[in-house]
């Protein structure tokens, strides 16, 4: 399912979707260092190796035999964890010490509910089988099933919408990704019950230890970034989309 072509066109215009949005958030605060360029590839690279990993450790075992699902096979989880950590080196190999939180805070929500439509219409990631019901999807196999996609596409849109009023009015500077690491964190891992993944032990699963690693990652960079605020000479983007469209 993963391999579909709608899925793949969908993961394609997230990726461009993103890089636009970005490249807009700092011109509009009149930014225009080039290491920004490089943090953002960091990010793909880094989102694209977390997100295999993530899927072979919390699944690979279970599916050595489904070629096909072991090369196309990836987790948002460990996306936001390998983006986060890729993007930290990317940073500090190259000297950049602007805080980018607030940028991502928009893109990756974005992105990933793009990734969650690509979901839908690919008929990956489903929830769990249930009673029919008024608000239950039905597979291909016509089983009624929780509407998992659907539930972390709505999260996120939600989350961008918070995101971008935050940008307009100027809430939790520099630590608005942050605060998308924990609440995503949190809501996977309750979220996770209801997908039809595969379990370790006693209805949890792999995709639940890498849903409390998300939230441990945003915990200790909202910390960091508390403390970096604090320190002299630094500039943190506290502007965004908003402000340069005219917001406050």
Known sequence: M????????????????????WDRFFKARGTRDPRLIVVFLAALL???LGAKLAFLAAEGWHRRDDWMALLSGRSVTGALIGGTLAVEFAKWWSGLRMATGDAFAITV??????????CVAAGCCQGVACEPSWWTVVDTDGHARVPSAQIELGFNLAFLA???????????????????????????FVHEFWRDDHRWFEGFGGYHLA???????GVAMMVRRRRLNALPGLAPATT???RGAGGR
């Open 162 to 188: 918070w995101s971008l009023a935050a940008a307009r009015f100027g809430w939790m500077p520099t630590q608005r990704f942050n605060v998308y690491l924990i609440g995503y964190g949190a809501f996977r």
């Open 109 to 118: 929500p974005m992105a990933v509910a793009l990734g969650r439509i690509g």
């Open 2 to 21: 993963l391999g579909s072509p709608a899925y793949a066109l969908i993961s394609i215009a997230a990726v461009v979707v993103s890089a636009m949005v």
């Open 46 to 48: 880094g989102a694209f």
């Open 211 to 217: 849903a409390i690693a998300v939230a441990a990652v």
């Open 240 to 242: 965004g989309l908003a």
